[in-house]
């Protein structure tokens, strides 16, 4: 059974760092492209970030690019977001993605970050 | 970016109830177009991909239909299970969603 599961969300100043992580199971990690991506609050869903199945090739959307990174280890199954410079519409659940055959296949429950002083 | 706009906003119906959802694109997304199933504090889940293709485990009642730029998402009859809130999402173009359209009940 595929798992995805994502920790590190919480409280954070604007202009604070958060680290997230989403650990995999169930299917072999190295093969996959894996993706970012969140919902604020009362807003549609939004593609973050994603990279290919040895973390060579990395994509950003606009608004995130050159504050958020995205990286994985596939030595542990585990897919990171280091999020810096964090704004307050950085607000949002962030979910952890498996891509697989070109669609977000398998996405985990979400972890809640929540910019605000 | 290729924008999705979902109608309705909400849809109140009753189980045993055909649902029929539309997902409108603002250019052509070909067939590259495919439907979420989300409830609160669950994952997403994939239900259809490709316009019209289900997912794997996916029931029967769920089916998918278009391409260009119109598209249908149909469950033929409501399961209890079913209300929840349902978004499109294209790849022709990076990927995006539409807003959603919730499926209540009656």
């Known amino acids: 059974e595929v798992q995805l599961v994502e920790s590190g969300g919480g409280l954070v100043q604007p202009g604070g760092s958060l680290r997230l992580s989403c650990a995999a199971s169930g299917f072999s990690f190295s093969s996959y492209w894996m993706s970012w991506v969140r919902q604020a609050p009362g807003k549609r869903l939004e593609w973050v970030a994603n990279?290919?199945?040895?973390?060579?090739?990395?994509n950003y959307v606009d608004s995130v690019k050159g504050r958020f990174t995205i990286s994985r280890d596939n030595a542990k199954n585990s897919l990171y977001l280091q999020m810096n410079s964090l704004r307050a519409e950085d607000t949002a659940v962030y979910y952890c993605a498996k891509y697989g055959s070109g669609w977000f296949d398998y996405w985990g429950q979400g972890t809640l970050v929540t910019v605000s002083s | 970016e290729i924008v999705l706009t979902q109608s309705p906003a909400t849809l109140s119906l009753s189980p045993g109830e055909r649902a029929t959802l539309s997902c409108r694109a603002s250019q052509s997304v070909s067939s590259y177009l495919a439907w979420y199933q989300h409830k609160p504090g669950q994952a997403p889940r994939l239900l259809i991909y490709?316009?019209?293709n289900r997912a794997t485990g996916i029931p029967a009642r769920f089916s998918g239909s278009g391409s260009g730029t119109d598209f249908t998402l149909t469950i033929s009859s409501l399961e209890p299970e079913d209300f929840a809130v349902y978004y499109c999402?294209?790849?022709?173009?990076?990927?995006?969603f539409g807003q959603g359209t919730k499926v209540e009940i009656k």
């Open positions: 999402q294209q790849r022709s173009n990076w990927w995006t």
């Open positions: 490709d316009a019209s």
């Open positions: 990279i290919n199945q040895d973390g060579s090739e990395k």
